[in-house]
């Protein structure tokens, strides 16, 4: 049995970026199939994630959930290559599109787009996607990819500085605007931030973790 198991649902896309940085640090984990149906019952609430979400991480009797501290703990408690720059300013760097992916990126892209998109595959608000919803999410991930794309102007292939948990994390969110129509408007108009994000989703740990959805 792996001394790594992570509890998270198939389509969480902060699933899939624990799953990353497991596999660029090469740890062996075993994987909890969360059903969405279960995050709100007393058992998730008690013994994954006290908010009803996905991942969770359990190692050798440490259970940690929040995508940004899972990340920070398994580059930082195992070997392998560092995923956080030792550069104040890199660092902080990273730091910073963590927290907009958290604040900013997820609501709009997974949160607006990608959950009404693809709604009547998957069940999300009664199978009934919200085109205003949807419209209104366009202007406001075309900023963010204006403010990646501003960050990857001087020729620079990542983020911050070498490829970090910013990279991880921003690319985790952003590639599942390939699954929508808006996919030709938003990306296919900034070949920067697409080939940035070929560079990063291409990593062997990306082909690792990656689900295939089935549609
Ligand atoms: N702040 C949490 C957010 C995790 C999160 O929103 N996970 C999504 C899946 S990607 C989830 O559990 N959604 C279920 C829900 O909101 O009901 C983290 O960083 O881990």
């Not at 995050?39 to 994954?48: F, G, K, N, T, W």
């Not at 940004?68 to 720059?85: K, T």
């Amino acid at each position: 049995m792996a001394d790594c198991i992570l509890a998270a649902s198939k389509m969480s896309s902060y699933g899939l970026a624990a799953r990353v940085v497991l596999e660029e640090k090469g740890v062996p984990y075993e994987r909890i199939a969360v059903d969405p149906a279960e995050l709100d019952s007393p058992r998730h609430l008690a013994e994954v994630h006290p908010f009803g979400k996905v991942p969770a991480l359990y190692h050798q009797g440490f259970h940690i959930y929040e995508t940004a501290a899972i990340a920070r703990y398994v580059d930082e408690a195992f070997d392998g290559p560092a995923l956080q720059p030792d550069d104040v300013k890199a660092h902080a760097t990273m730091q910073k599109w963590i927290n907009i992916t958290g604040q900013y990126i997820y609501p709009a892209v997974i949160g607006d787009l990608v959950m009404q998109r693809l709604a009547p595959k998957i069940g999300a608000f009664d199978g009934v996607m919200n085109e205003e919803v949807v419209a209104g999410s366009v202007p406001v991930i075309s900023h963010q990819l204006d403010l990646i794309g501003q960050a990857l102007g001087d020729g620079a292939d990542f983020l911050a500085g070498d490829f970090s948990l910013a990279d991880i994390f921003v690319a985790t969110m952003m590639q599942y605007i390939a699954l929508t129509p808006e996919n030709d408007e938003l990306l296919g108009s900034r070949p920067t931030i697409a080939e940035w994000l070929q560079r990063v989703t291409s990593r062997p740990s990306y082909k690792a973790a990656a689900y295939d959805f089935g549609f």
